[in-house]
């Protein structure tokens, strides 16, 4: 494992996968890390569905109108569950498990990109929390966050640029 620094500087969002299949092996490593993400009074409040069957990944990718078509290209997606009538923070602890896997990922020389779902829809007003919830045969109670796609890398992309950070958005002590 390389540092923390150089995995950050490296993780990359990446919308165009081979369709080589993903190990198993992999595939634990990564649900591993969602498993170990830190969660609100330690709730573990999240549910997660893998997906690697390519008709039940294009239906997910036809969720909602605008920005999911490259889940098409994935051979592997991950959704992101939480169940708001057990925590109020599930966003935020379903949101730490997701960036753990996009880091574990990285790590595993994978690419992936976050597709937001929550709060997102199709053009007729449908939202993509009811097409997932038909797709996947969800328990009523939980709400998707986001789907994960999942690949090896089709293309590359630079690592972060260093010069473009912004730190004039870091305050200390007071805005």
Known sequence: MESFADLAQKRRSHRAFTQQEISSEDVRLIMRAALMAPTSKSSRNWQFVVVDDK????????????????????????????DPTVND???????????SMQYQIEDLGLGSCWVQMRGRGLSDGTMADDVIHGILNVPDNLRVLCVLGVGY????RKQQNEDALKWENVHINKF
């Not at 039940?56 to 939480?82: H, M, R, Y």
């Not at 923070?89 to 960036?99: K, P, V």
């Open 153 to 156: 890398k089709g293309s590359d």
């Open 89 to 99: 923070c599930w966003i935020e602890d379903c949101s730490i498990a997701a960036i």
């Open 55 to 82: 008709l039940t990944i294009e239906k997910l990718a036809d969720a909602k109108s605008v920005g999911s078509q490259l889940l098409k290209n994935a051979p592997l997606a991950i959704v992101v569950f939480g």
